[in-house]
């Protein structure tokens, strides 16, 4: 008997100390912790929600940002899809997403592929040459004559091509395809598969994680894209949603000038309200919102995939 | 000949052509390809020449109730009932498309072809005008694109601040824009009056090289600041408003109530540098006793006002959001009577009255009259008569097409009061304007399709302000504030002289002015101030000085 609970002791104390059952004081702990931390996230998101359904008078009283709802006020949304522009930019967007997603995943997947085959002929220069666009950025000016040149301003292609295949995402989906057991690939062969079934039974559906992440990196890339709409849209009909409500958030400040401020007419005849600004916020990361869990159970194993094995 | 991608269409060599053109931009060695880069550059001044300028001819349709002197725009107290027609012939001839790129700040109205508004002005045009409304706030990487890629449109507007920011712009104009001179000099201008009506202060500074490159969109208002007040809340508080700096900390000592949540000032020190008579022009040069150019820095008047401006900080009469953050929301925090005077461009003052005395009855915000420093002294108001945008017109279009562009230009600047006006301001009646007891109201319609960037930014107009109901005694006020203010505004020393400033100069301003925001809230001693002048002196200061002064003198100034 004694012997007994003299093992046992000495058990407990060989015992690692995260196996120890934990006490009520540090699960509360962290529970509070882990509280603290969510409400650090939630509380901004809870901001902008309430400022976007709040009217003028709660904004002014607040100062600024509201945290109490008082009503629920939802002209600032009104406002925003009223105009048919931003219902219009919307359509553009998602046709962008989707279009730009199926490209640069396609293409991705296909180099990686490539690449991840040690006896691919020039994989190596190739792979250099992809790794090469981490460090080396065209330029303005030379991006533009480039788009210009091959008469894509003005089309959603203009926003796809140049930007079409990330190394990052590329490295991150090879490293996942030279993860596959060589045994799998080979039987396959002997069986008289090509590299393209290949690629698309055994290689692909065992990657479903990393192409997951890798399709929303890409996707919240063209939901968000911004920059090179700038550049390459002048039409005013084709613009991408995110800088069409930029021009909602903006709209009314006098443009930033070191010391002159200019007295422009007409801008700021109809200033937008705070509300509008942050209806635009939660309009803009709504989708993000709406996707993320379905793809989120794939995140963790696609994304350290990368991390761990290069 | 309007499509941008005509002579760019693709086949092998051109394609590598322009991998050729691109690494020859990426290695500086192209013409314009350094538009987008400062780097390097030693700065270039040119002067107006008289001989190139329209000759000015005002245009006496409507008379205005307080005629305009200046740089100060008209006033109109009630809104015309008889619209005069200005122009009666078509300016276009029918020529192809009008490409025009402009910037915006604001929502994007609908394109061409799903727009009510652009066709109705198109049709009274007689030529179609297809505009593209860029980002305002990244207009700047939009023009060196287009500027180093030489892809131009037909019409393009471009902001004096940004002009001044890109390298070697004098070359971009005249390897790009046509040379309006013997279009629009002297009599020349006579085919167009409405052009001939923008003030010759305007004219002035359209001049690249020698030659006229742009017709000007003028200022209606010279001042870059004013003080602004929430005075239905000062007189509440019985504080009037304060006529020295004096006066002015001792306001900030009654209205600062942080227990209530309000502070008597957001952000003050470029209207406390005016007060004290600190130079602004060029970022704050002005010449010295003993010949030579002083910049505000190396000043005893900027020294006073930077210690005066610490004392609000430090003794908490700044709002702290204002303290903290270079971006906090000033203009919520006074509507919201959270802070009861801060400092603003003049163009703020409308819309703010408008929109939110909706809200709160009673709200009234005007400018604080123009002060200085002590009971006697004058102020130096910062500002001058350079227009907000330059319009240029793509080279080599021909001369019948640029006189078909001058003349829709023309039509554009029709001043207030005219039925051009109206439609390009409003739109067509009934459709997206209603008529009201003062004039116009935009419909839903209206607001959506109608931008001041798609016509009015093109051609310049004689500035004016006109009544409207939400602000009823606005244009009075605005008026005399310009009137009684004028006397102080700080003449331009460079006048007509274009000026492309060195790099090193331009690249020492911002770090410094972050510096001295350090210096204000606290981060730094005001003692360091003798450190941030020499850093600043070193960094591109005096090379700055010596550019500025050799300019002066190759002028005769």
């Known amino acids: 008997m004694s012997a007994v609970v003299a093992t046992r002791a000495r058990r407990r104390a060989t015992r690692p100390v995260w196996e120890e059952k934990p006490t009520v004081i540090g699960r509360s702990a962290k529970a509070l912790i882990l509280t603290l931390l969510v409400l650090a996230v939630l509380f901004p998101m809870w901001s902008v929600l309430v400022t976007s359904l709040a009217s003028r008078s709660t904004i002014n009283e607040a100062g600024g940002m509201v945290v109490v709802p008082r009503e629920f006020d939802p002209s600032a949304y009104f406002t925003i899809f009223s105009g048919g522009q931003v219902t219009q930019a919307v359509w553009t967007s998602t046709l962008l997403t989707v279009m730009g997603t199926a490209v640069s995943l396609g293409l991705t997947v296909l180099a990686a592929y490539g690449l991840s085959r040690p006896g691919s002929l020039g994989h190596r220069p190739l792979l250099f040459l992809f790794l090469l666009t981490f460090l080396i950025y065209p330029g303005l000016v030379p991006s533009y004559l480039v788009v210009t040149g091959l008469g894509l301003k003005n089309s959603l292609w203009s926003l796809i091509l140049p930007t079409a295949i990330s190394a990052f995402n590329l490295v991150v989906i090879r490293a996942f395809f030279m993860n596959v057991p060589s045994e799998l690939v080979d039987s396959a062969r002997i069986d008289g598969a090509g590299e393209f079934r290949i690629l698309l039974r055994i290689v692909l559906p065992l990657s479903k994680a990393v192409v997951a992440v890798v399709g929303l990196f890409y996707a919240v890339g063209y939901w968000n894209v911004y920059f090179n709409a700038v550049l390459y849209i002048d039409d005013n009909d084709k613009l991408p949603i995110q800088r069409v409500l930029q021009s909602y958030i903006l709209a009314g400040q006098t443009p930033h000038v070191t010391g002159n401020a200019p007295n422009l007419p007409g801008i700021s005849a109809y200033p937008p309200t705070l509300a509008i600004k942050m209806a635009v916020v939660v309009v803009t990361v709504i989708p993000a919102v709406l996707v993320y869990p379905f793809v989120q159970r794939h995140f963790t194993k696609g994304v350290i995939t990368g991390a761990v094995k290069g | ?557």
């Open chain 2, 1 to 557: 000949m309007t499509d941008p991608l005509a002579d760019a269409a693709t086949n092998r060599r051109n394609f590598l052509g322009l991998i050729g053109l691109g690494a020859a931009a990426v290695a500086g060695g192209g013409l314009l390809a350094g538009c987008s880069e400062k780097a390097g550059s030693k700065g270039v001044a040119s002067k107006a020449d008289k001989g190139v300028l329209p000759k000015f001819k005002a245009v006496d349709m409507v008379k205005p109730d307080i005629p305009g002197e200046g740089p100060i725009p008209q006033g109109f107290l009630s809104y015309p009932t008889n619209l005069v027609d200005a122009i009666s012939e078509k300016p276009g001839s029918g020529g192809p498309t009008i490409k025009t790129m402009a910037p915006w700040w604001g929502p994007v109205p609908p394109g061409l072809g799903r727009n009510s508004y652009l066709d109705a002005v198109n049709a009274e045009l007689g030529v179609q005008v297809d505009p593209s409304l860029q980002d305002g706030n990244t207009y700047f990487d939009k023009l060196s694109a287009t500027l180093g890629a030489r892809d131009v449109p037909d019409l393009l507007v471009a902001p004096n601040w940004e002009i001044d920011k890109i390298a070697r712009f004098s070359d971009a104009v005249k390897a790009l824009f046509e040379d309006l001179t013997d279009y629009l000099a002297g009599d020349a201008v006579d085919a167009y009056p409405m052009l001939a009506s923008l003030s010759t202060g305007a004219w002035e500074y359209s001049v690249w090289g020698g030659r006229l490159y742009a017709v000007p969109f003028p200022t209606d208002g010279p001042f870059a600041w004013a003080l602004f007040q929430r005075k239905d809340l000062m007189d509440a508080a019985g504080v009037a408003a304060p006529t020295n700096v004096d006066e002015l900390y001792q306001a900030g000592k009654k209205l600062t109530n942080p227990g209530k949540g309000v502070w008597a000032f957001g952000s003050v020190f470029d209207m406390v540098q005016q007060a004290f008579g600190c130079p602004g022009v060029q970022n704050g040069w002005r010449k010295k006793a003993g010949g030579g150019l002083e910049h505000k820095y190396e000043t005893e008047e900027y020294r006073q006002a930077l210690e005066f401006t610490v004392r609000l900080y430090k003794e908490k009469l700044v709002h702290p959001d204002v303290i903290a953050t270079k971006g906090a929301d000033e203009k919520t925090l006074f509507n919201g009577g959270k802070i009861l005077m801060y400092q603003d461009g003049l163009g703020a003052w409308q819309g703010m009255q408008g929109e939110q005395s909706k809200v709160t009855p009673g709200y009234n915000m005007q400018p604080v009259p123009a002060f200085g420093a002590h009971p006697g002294t004058k102020p130096v108001l910062w500002g001058s008569e350079k227009p907000i945008f330059f319009t240029f017109v793509k080279k080599g279009l021909g001369a019948d097409r640029t006189k078909e562009i001058l003349r829709v230009l023309n039509w554009c600047a029709a001043p207030f009061g005219t039925k051009e006006w109206e439609l390009r301001q409003y739109g067509v009646e009934g459709k997206h304007f209603t008529r009201g007891p003062d004039g116009p109201v935009p419909t839903d319609l209206g607001r959506k399709e109608v931008a001041e960037a798609q016509f009015t930014f093109l051609g310049g107009r004689v500035p004016a302000k006109w009544k409207s109901s939400d602000t009823p005694n606005y244009v009075q006020d605005y008026i005399n504030y310009h009137k009684a203010s004028i006397q102080y505004l700080e003449p331009d020393l460079f006048k007509g002289i274009k000026l492309e400033l060195p790099a090193n100069y331009s690249k020492v301003l911002q770090p410094t002015e972050d510096k001295i925001r350090d210096v204000l809230n606290g981060r730094r001693p005001l003692s360091d101030l003798d450190q941030i002048v020499s850093e600043f002196r070193s960094g591109g200061g005096d090379e700055g000085r010596a550019f500025l002064e050799k300019a002066l003198a190759d002028n005769g100034r």
